[in-house]
């Protein structure tokens, strides 16, 4: 068979840090990761922030020619006594993979009496949700998840591959990041549709603990709607079902949902769980086919590439992700306004309420800038 010519040239996520992300959400308290000290740097020090305690058996050129075996025995013993962890996760990097270092003999030899995951993966997988499923798939091993859920979270990936693949950071060989529209501009826009008294939907569907941020700018949308009065002109649809997902998942599904309900947000369509941001797109359009056809606009926060955009081609779409390189291909779908979240995701780890995004706060001061306007008007 002919090999793909199309190569992505542009970075993209890596598998071992996937596999880290699935650990964190599995609620595993330690992992280890058996490589060089530098491997995974960032986002392990980002895990730490978010409660996961991220280790390292620190390979270096000796470990790479004679191998690691005893480090990573010595490791998990020291982990265990320093830690207590309930569950504790076993990560393999390119080197480990490169010598061949067997991690499941270094667990028999560890002995500690508590589920280990056990996680034979490397950078060098084109698709990185490949880290995911190694991951899932070593902790229905020892027991922490159910095959039902594993099969559930194979589909989920898949589709996520797939959407990724068509509009989104994998779709073509490069793509060069960009900050898109102004925020400025764009809340003006929105600011003057509601105040035209124009219907508008709100649909958030979201990547787990994305949503914290995310979930902002639909309480942004709505507080400027009540203050023009207006709020009966916007629908929020929201992916935060708390019955499904991974345990940390749900988690913070109740917490996005407890937000909404201490600002008075109401949800009309509970569109899904935060891990099924990629399968919402049917959900989506046939409530708007079904219920929301004739609504003037439609903001889409999150993974906005999964909405079909067919379903809202008469609408005047905004757009908002966290990804640079997702403008243009955004834009090709027929997102007329689309703005990136800078640093998002570091700012969502570790919490367990709604940030304030820049967004949300650009729009709440359009509202405020208006509002004393009128104000200096009347006067």
């Given at each position: 068979?002919?090999?793909?010519?199309?190569?992505?040239?542009?970075?993209r996520?890596?598998?071992?840090?996937?596999?880290?992300?699935?650990?964190?959400?599995?609620?595993?308290?330690?992992?280890?990761?058996?490589?060089?000290?530098?491997?995974?740097?960032?986002?392990?020090?980002?895990?730490?922030?978010?409660?996961?305690?991220?280790?390292?058996?620190?390979?270096?050129?000796?470990?790479?020619?004679?191998?690691?075996?005893?480090?990573?025995?010595?490791?998990?013993?020291?982990?265990?006594?320093?830690?207590?962890?309930?569950?504790?996760?076993?990560?393999?990097?390119?080197?480990?993979?490169?010598?061949?270092?067997?991690?499941?003999?270094?667990?028999?030899?560890a002995?500690?009496?508590?589920?280990?995951?056990?996680?034979?993966?490397?950078?060098?997988?084109?698709?990185?949700?490949?880290?995911?499923?190694l991951?899932?798939?070593?902790?229905?091993?020892?027991?922490?998840?159910?095959?039902?859920?594993?099969?559930?979270?194979?589909?989920?990936?898949?589709?996520?591959?797939?959407?990724?693949?068509?509009?989104?950071?994998?779709?073509?060989?490069?793509?060069?990041?960009?900050?898109?529209?102004?925020?400025?501009?764009?809340?003006?826009r929105?600011?003057?549709?509601?105040?035209?008294?124009?219907?508008?939907?709100?649909?958030?569907?979201?990547?787990?603990?994305?949503?914290?941020?995310?979930?902002?700018?639909?309480?942004?949308?709505?507080?400027?709607?009540?203050?023009?009065?207006?709020?009966?002109?916007?629908?929020?649809?929201?992916?935060?079902?708390?019955?499904?997902?991974?345990?940390?998942?749900?988690?913070?599904?109740?917490?996005?949902?407890?937000?909404?309900?201490?600002?008075?947000?109401?949800?009309?369509?509970?569109?899904?769980?935060?891990?099924?941001?990629?399968?919402?797109?049917?959900?989506?359009k046939?409530?708007?086919?079904?219920?929301?056809?004739?609504?003037?606009?439609?903001?889409?926060?999150?993974?906005?590439?999964?909405?079909?955009?067919?379903?809202?081609?008469?609408?005047?779409?905004?757009?908002v992700?966290?990804?640079?390189?997702?403008?243009?291909?955004?834009?090709?779908?027929?997102?007329?306004?689309?703005?990136?979240?800078?640093?998002?995701?570091?700012?969502?780890?570790?919490?367990s309420?709604?940030?304030?995004?820049?967004?949300?706060?650009?729009?709440?001061?359009?509202?405020?800038?208006?509002?004393?306007?009128?104000?200096?008007?009347?006067?």
């Amino acid at each position: 068979m002919e090999k793909d010519k199309t190569a992505i040239i542009h970075p993209r996520p890596s598998s071992i840090v996937a596999s880290l992300y699935t650990l964190r959400d599995l609620d595993i308290d330690v992992a280890i990761l058996h490589g060089p000290a530098g491997c995974s740097f960032k986002h392990a020090r980002l895990l730490e922030e978010d409660g996961m305690h991220v280790l390292t058996t620190a390979l270096d050129e000796n470990g790479f020619v004679f191998g690691g075996h005893d480090e990573l025995v010595d490791l998990i013993k020291k982990a265990a006594d320093q830690f207590n962890p309930k569950k504790m996760a076993i990560v393999g990097t390119c080197v480990s993979m490169i010598i061949g270092e067997e991690l499941h003999d270094a667990v028999i030899e560890a002995d500690i009496d508590i589920p280990v995951v056990e996680v034979e993966v490397h950078a060098g997988y084109r698709d990185n949700t490949k880290g995911v499923l190694l991951a899932l798939k070593s902790a229905l091993n020892v027991g922490i998840i159910t095959e039902a859920e594993l099969k559930r979270q194979t589909h989920l990936l898949n589709s996520a591959t797939e959407i990724e693949k068509k509009h989104g950071a994998a779709s073509k060989a490069y793509l060069a990041p960009s900050r898109g529209d102004l925020k400025y501009k764009v809340a003006k826009r929105i600011y003057e549709l509601l105040s035209n008294n124009k219907k508008g939907l709100i649909i958030m569907n979201v990547k787990k603990e994305t949503g914290y941020m995310f979930a902002d700018i639909l309480l942004a949308i709505n507080q400027a709607a009540e203050q023009l009065s207006v709020l009966e002109n916007i629908i929020n649809f929201a992916n935060i079902d708390d019955s499904v997902g991974l345990p940390r998942v749900r988690q913070h599904a109740k917490n996005i949902q407890k937000g909404f309900f201490e600002h008075n947000i109401k949800l009309n369509e509970n569109i899904g769980g935060l891990d099924e941001y990629a399968i919402n797109g049917d959900k989506v359009k046939k409530l708007i086919e079904n219920k929301y056809s004739d609504f003037d606009f439609a903001i889409i926060v999150g993974v906005p590439h999964a909405i079909p955009n067919d379903i809202t081609s008469s609408m005047e779409i905004f757009s908002v992700t966290n990804g640079p390189r997702q403008v243009l291909p955004l834009k090709e779908m027929g997102h007329e306004h689309v703005i990136v979240e800078i640093d998002l995701h570091p700012k969502t780890l570790g919490v367990s309420s709604i940030v304030e995004s820049e967004f949300g706060a650009t729009l709440r001061e359009v509202t405020k800038d208006h509002k004393m306007e009128k104000c200096l008007e009347l006067n």
